[in-house]
C-alpha cells in the first residue's frame, strides 16, 4: 500500500492530478449507480403511489361529504314517487276509486241519473278512465260535488259540463240537470305495456 502511494506521489503533478480527478469521478459514478440511482426509481415509485393513495383518499372523502345530501335525494325521489303512485292508481283499485265519485256525488245531495264507464284510452304508460255522469241537484249541490272530487287523492279531470232543463217547485231552490264527464286514470303494468305496443304495432302493417 505505501509503495502504491510512494509511485503515486512520484508522479508529475499533472498525473497526479488526472489521477485525482479520474478517481473522485469513478466513486461518483459507483455513488450513482450503486447507491442514488436504485433509490432514486424507489422514490419515484413511492411518489407515485401516495399520490394515487392521496387521488383515492380525496375521492372518498367528497362521497362521505355528499353522502347525506345523496340520501336526502333519494328520500325525496321515493316520496316523489310514492306520491305519483297514490295519485295513478292499478286496475284493481279503479272500482274503488268510481266509487268514491259516485259516493262524492250522493253525500252532496244530488240524484245520480247516470254513471257510465266508458272504454279506456291508451297512452304510453297509463290509461285513461272516463265516466259519464249525469246528476240532478241545486247548483250548490253540484258545485259542493265538483269540490269533493277535486279533493279526492287520485287525478280526476272532470271534463264537457253541461247544465241544462232547470226545473222549480214552489219553496224549493231550482233544480238542475248537469252532466259532465270524469276522467281518472291507471297505471299500465309491463303486460299491458307490451300488448298495446304489439297491437300498434300491427295496425301500422295493415
Known sequence: MNDLIERILDLPPRQRLALLVGSVGMLFFLYWYFVYLPRSTTIENRSQQLEGLQTERDKKAQLVANLAQARQEVADLNAALKKAVMQLPDTKEIPDLLSSISASGR???LEIAQFRQRAEAYRDFYAE???????????????????????LTRIVNVSDIAIKAPTTVEGDPIRLETSCAATTFRFLDEAERQRIAAEREKEKKK
Do not use: A, M
Request: net charge negative; charged share 25%; aromatic share 12%.
Open 107 to 109: 253525500e252532496s245531495g
Open 129 to 151: 278512465v272516463p265516466v259519464e255522469i249525469l246528476v240532478r241537484g241545486t247548483y250548490s249541490q253540484v258545485e259542493e260535488f265538483f269540490t269533493k272530487v277535486s279533493g
